[in-house]
């Protein structure tokens, strides 16, 4: 629902009786600020509106957005250039700035009880966050990435959207510490007492895809998981390249002969994969010598639009 | 993990980037203040305990609670007599007070990223709310329940613990208003396309009971639903009653001949289910009229702590 009126826009402090807050009752996004330009924003943007439109959510308009996203890039360009003049907003060297850009959307303020508000105003807050650098060794070798234990529990209701509840990726991201593992891929929660028989869904923080004869793979996210934009670039291109792209439940011992792993993240871009380690210590590795790989072929898209390494 | 040097008690508002926020990263109790008692403290504080050991989170010693719990009542109890001087706090009227005391326990303050930041400073939020009246007829004729169509996810590694990740229970209570229907059961999510055969949990905001042929169940909380305080204190109470209890998983179904439907909340006790209306339209009626109801002797315990009314 697009509601210009009800809107609270926050900037360092947010109120503790914010729905946000009690109940996780919101959506948010991460968005790679480079070159001048929101990458993807359409694609942030339609998956902004699609978790608005299931969790009820009212929100501005894109404009609105737009307009006080450039004012955040301009008013921290400004602080980054020791002026604290905030008349005086000036646009000079921010064509050339990598940021990201956050933007949270919650409820808003509300009394206990999970009934909405009746007179619910919108909380957004949008911020700035410096450019994480990465080894340029994760894209020349790929990450070693290991299966989480802490699986992903089957809510189609909440599938795809980026949504504020995220105590399963924070306990699975926290099973490894940088050192031993770059990553770690998540299951869907099942039955299944083997990691090797569950369904593989995502990284922490990442979509996966994998490569079979010429085929790219990935995960269909209808039960969980959350549908990336890069993930989504990544259809629209492999349209377009003749990519030939299937989306599937999959086992996570899918993988064990795959030619090629990998990850895509919205400020990362492309990511291969060099090994991955299940909880029983089977591993697999995967070669980056092949010249002819699709995550290559992508990569030379995405990342360089992204400013990162194009894989080789 | 008790940890009484890393907290930051939070008054009213709290930063942007604390991970309760950004990801529902930490848990909460809502506790009953009636006749100068925390009603069922050491249930609250032990699911407090267990939860935060759940999350890996530092929290402070259950004096250090008590101690700000009794500063923030005081403070309340003057601003309620219209007294702002909080250098002269009193404690008169504050024994006959109810209120209710909900507490948030977060992560703190973190950057982007799921990781835990390496310094966390736990966030600790204490508040004073107004006593929620309820009718009269609610516990007398019994309240008017709905299945709701928003399931419970089933992970095991959070179940039974009160984390601030609620979507679910915010989408399934926004089903319906209070004027239909009084409350909504949830049932586990599943392949099952008939809510007749998915497995029953709990309601909203508070855990299910049921009776037949004089015996008491309730569904097991071991792969979602929340652990509730009445819910311990109604095993605690049923042993020494020489009440047969049992925890099992138990279809939907299972409620259509049960002679006896109530809920357990910590603010409302033990409140009766007078219908229940499924999906399909099939509805259950539970008779109010049963002297002998195992409901009725519970509360006589629980609803008159908590100052409710006691069921005939």
């Known amino acids: 629902m697009i509601d210009n009126q009800a809107i609270n826009l926050i900037n360092d402090v947010i109120d ?8 996780g009752d919101g959506i948010f996004e991460t968005i790679a600020y480079v070159n001048g330009e929101l990458h993807n924003w359409h694609l942030h943007w339609q998956r902004l509106c699609s978790g608005a439109e299931r969790l009820s959510l009212s929100i501005p308009d894109e404009v609105i957005f737009l307009n006080k996203i450039n004012l955040k890039l301009l008013q921290n360009n400004d602080l980054d250039s020791d ?4 008349e005086n907003l000036n646009s000079e060297n921010l064509d050339s700035a990598k940021k990201v850009i956050k933007i949270i959307i919650t409820r808003g303020k509300g009394g206990r009880g999970y009934q909405f508000p009746q007179q619910a105003q919108t909380s957004v807050i949008i911020s700035v966050h410096h450019w994480p650098e990465r080894s340029i060794d994760d894209y020349k070798k790929g990450i070693r990435v290991k299966v989480c234990q802490t699986c992903l529990a089957q809510q189609p209701v909440l599938a795809g959207i980026k949504h504020l509840n995220r105590l399963e990726q ?3 991201r926290n099973e490894f510490n940088g050192n031993d593992y770059h990553d770690g891929i998540m299951l869907a929660c099942s039955d299944e007492s083997s990691q090797l028989h569950s369904r593989v869904i995502e990284a922490t923080s990442s979509n996966l895809f994998f ?27 492999a349209k377009k390249m003749s990519i030939s792209i299937e989306e599937g439940h999959y086992t996570l011992s899918e993988l064990s002969d795959a030619s090629d792993v990998f990850f895509s993240n919205s400020i990362f871009g492309i990511v291969p994969v060099a090994s991955i380690t299940c909880s029983d210590n089977t591993q697999w590795f995967y070669s980056q010598q092949n010249k002819q790989r699709i995550s290559a072929a992508l990569s ?13």
């Open 170 to 172: 924070v306990l699975a």
């Open 16 to 23: 503790v009786n914010d729905r946000g807050l009690t109940y």
């Open 83 to 86: 002026s604290l003049d905030s």
């Open 211 to 237: 490569v079979k004869n010429g085929q790219l793979f990935t995960p269909k996210i209808d039960t969980c998981g959350v549908q990336g934009t890069i993930r989504q670039e990544i259809f629209q291109r």
């Open 300 to 312: 030379s898209k995405i990342n360089k639009a992204l400013s990162r390494p194009v894989l080789l």
